[in-house]
C-alpha cells in the first residue's frame, strides 16, 4: 500500500498479518491443510512400508516451541483412540493389513491444524486364496478350461 504525503514523497507501507488458532482461515481444499501443517510446523515420520507382524513406529515431529504438547494421531482423517500413543509416537505393536492407510497428527487443542498425511503400506501375504474353473462341470479331453486364481495380498508380484 502506498500513501502520497502533502511533501509528494509516497511512503510504503508492509503489513504483517500474523494468524492465531482463533482466526479462522478459509482457504479451500488441499492448500488449506499445507497452510495449516506450515503454521504448526508439524509432519508425520513413517516407514515407507512394514510387513504383517513386524512393529511400526510413527512420529509426529514439532519445530515449533511447544511447552509439553500432547499429540493426537488420525488414520484416514479419523482420530485414533485404540493404538499406543506415547508422547509423540503412535506404536504399532504388530502390524496387520488394517493398519495400513494415510496417518496425520495434530496437537491438542490446535486439533484443526493437523499435519499433511503421510501413507502406511503394509505388506502381507495371500488370504482368501480361491481357484475357480470355466466353464464348471465335466471336462471333455482337448477342451478350453480356465483356471483363475484369485486373493487378497498386499505384495509385490
Not at 479462522?24 to 503454521?39: C, F, H, R, S, Y
Not at 496417518?103 to 502381507?124: D, F, I, N, P, T
Amino acid at each position: 500500500m502506498s500513501i502520497k504525503m502533502a511533501s509528494g514523497l509516497s511512503c510504503h507501507l508492509l503489513f504483517l498479518i500474523l494468524l492465531t488458532s482463533e482466526l479462522q482461515v478459509n482457504i479451500p481444499g488441499k492448500m488449506a491443510e499445507e497452510t495449516a501443517a506450515n503454521l504448526m510446523c508439524l509432519h508425520v515420520e513413517t516407514p515407507k512400508e512394514v510387513r504383517e507382524g513386524e512393529t511400526a513406529d510413527l512420529t509426529c515431529k514439532t519445530t515449533c516451541s511447544l511447552t509439553d504438547p500432547k499429540f493426537i494421531w488420525y488414520k484416514n482423517g479419523r482420530p485414533l483412540t485404540t493404538k499406543t500413543i506415547k508422547n509423540n509416537q503412535l506404536h504399532l505393536q504388530t502390524a496387520s493389513s488394517q493398519d495400513a492407510g494415510s496417518y496425520s497428527c495434530a496437537v491438542r487443542g490446535y486439533q484443526h491444524l493437523r499435519s499433511a498425511a503421510q501413507k502406511l503400506r503394509v505388506r502381507y501375504h495371500p488370504k482368501s486364496v480361491s481357484v475357480s474353473i470355466h466353464p464348471s462341470g465335466e471336462v471333455v479331453e482337448g477342451s478350453s478350461v480356465t483356471l483363475t486364481c484369485s486373493s487378497d495380498e498386499n505384495l509385490p508380484v
